[in-house]
């Protein structure tokens, strides 16, 4: 397996280039430490101390993600978010914040985040959290990661991200088919809602059991509609995939 100097399975861009992300904070100190986490990673890091390099810096780099401090000197994340947005539409945003107010986090993904942490955090989170962006977004592969799955008649093909079923073609959002490669990778083996947590959202677990709930019934409605159940639940226990017997 090809792992990071950390250990962790190393990503790459789809195409076995190194993943590119720009982090913008006006702490030079924060900036620096934050980018030798994600150059641990193997990744091509930029660093912004304001808005305006910021998006200079995105026209040249052209990242796949972005660490996005809301606080800045000449303007706030959020403006920052919409004009990076008209550099790279897809890119992902973690935004860094020192304030929990709800309506904080609120405004930070009605503008178009996708993500954020709460100062003070640690970096393995904020790495964390922006492998699980990055891969639910369809913008890095893991190195070892052969190009289909099968388990029974449902057939997953992770470089051309297509799901079948009994050769039918099977429409998901990025979050449901991270959840999907999870759920195959990991065939008649029951997971608990802690491990799928931490290994398609990055999140500890606490209290968020009701998202794995809501995605298991999303994805229940299109793998399982009309036909044998493969997805299971074990009461008490989380959720297994199995292959429809005969």
Known sequence: MNTTRSGRPALTRPDGTPLRVLVVDDDPDLAEVLSGALRYEGWQVRTAGDGA?????????????????????????????????????????????????????IAGITAGGDDYVTKPFSLEEVVARLRGLLRRAGMARQLDEGPRLIVG?????????????????????????????????????????????????SYDFGGRAHVVELYISYLRKKVDVGREPMIHTVRGAGYVLKPVTS
């Open 53 to 105: 390099s910021a998006v200079t810096a995105a026209r040249e780099l052209m990242p796949d993600a972005v660490v996005l401090d809301v606080m800045l000197p000449d303007t706030d994340g959020f403006a920052v978010l919409r004009s990076l947005h008209s550099v790279k539409a897809d890119v992902c945003v973690l935004f860094l914040t020192a304030r929990d107010a709800v309506e904080d986090r």
């Open 153 to 201: 008649d449902l057939v997953m093909d992770e470089e051309a991200r297509e799901v079948t079923r009994a050769g039918e073609l099977i429409e998901l959002s990025p979050t449901e088919f991270e959840l999907l490669r999870f759920l195959m990778r990991n065939p008649r083996r029951v997971l608990s809602k802690a491990q799928i947590l931490d290994r398609v959202w």
